[in-house]
């Protein structure tokens, strides 16, 4: 099931700069999106979530851009800091409460 | 700040055994989901649970699978006789609507 896809596997970023997590959908049908943050041996965090209607939806540090002619979005994190050092799973939903995920990114903030 | 709680944190038991795996979802939530996580794999939705009977299943949740809502905050993943490929992470999650889910910590099953 590749209908979400994260191709980077590893993302890693100097603390402060930006860090730009992308997430590319297959599935017209999706009309909300999420962003989840994972750290091991605990369950996703909810972070950020944008609907169809939008294209960006901000909160504090964290935006979130949606593209739905190219069927991408993306997470973007300013500044960022080694406590966002995590997982990072884009999921979407469409036509119901089903959440489709993606197979994640994990980011390395250094300091 | 509410949170949904799982129970246990790690079950072991042996192929064919029947296990239950407990979740208590935020209060006043109406939606409650069961997703799984394989080693190494992505996380997949398994079920969701509206109104006392199940919205949504995937062909992961064939009839070795079931939910329940006992009482009015526990809800339960039962699998009535485990093989060595249902190890995995099974998370809980719970919404107040056709939104964000919230997710509990995972209870970690082996089957051996």
């Known amino acids: 099931d590749q209908q979400v896809k994260q191709n980077s596997p590893s993302l890693s970023v100097q603390e402060g700069r930006i860090s730009i997590l992308n997430c590319d959908y297959t599935n017209s049908m999706f009309d909300y999106f999420l962003w989840y943050k994972k750290y091991p041996a605990e369950g996703p965090t909810f972070l950020i979530s944008?609907?169809?209607?939008?294209d960006k939806n901000e909160d504090g540090r964290f935006t979130v851009f949606l593209n739905k002619s190219a069927k991408h979005l993306s997470l973007h994190i300013v500044p960022s800091q080694p406590g966002d050092s995590a997982v990072y799973f884009c999921a979407a939903s469409g036509g119901g409460n089903k959440l489709v995920f993606g197979a994640g990114t994990i980011l390395r903030v250094k300091s | 700040e509410p949170e949904v709680t799982q129970t246990p944190s790690h079950q072991v038991t042996q192929m064919g055994q029947e296990v239950i795996l407990r979740c208590v979802p935020i209060?006043?939530?109406?939606?409650f989901y069961w997703y799984r996580q394989i080693l190494g794999q992505k996380v997949e939705f398994l079920v969701s649970f509206y109104n006392n009977e199940i919205s949504e299943k995937s062909e992961i949740f064939d009839d070795q699978f079931s939910v329940e809502r006992p009482d009015g905050s526990n809800f339960t993943l039962k699998i009535r006789s485990t093989k060595l490929e249902d190890s995995a992470m099974y998370f809980c999650?719970?919404?107040?609507?056709?939104?964000?889910?919230?997710f509990g910590p995972g209870t970690r099953l082996t089957v051996l």
């Open positions: 944008i609907s169809s209607i939008k």
């Open positions: 999650a719970s919404s107040s609507g056709q939104d964000e889910q919230f």
């Open positions: 209060s006043n939530h109406l939606y």
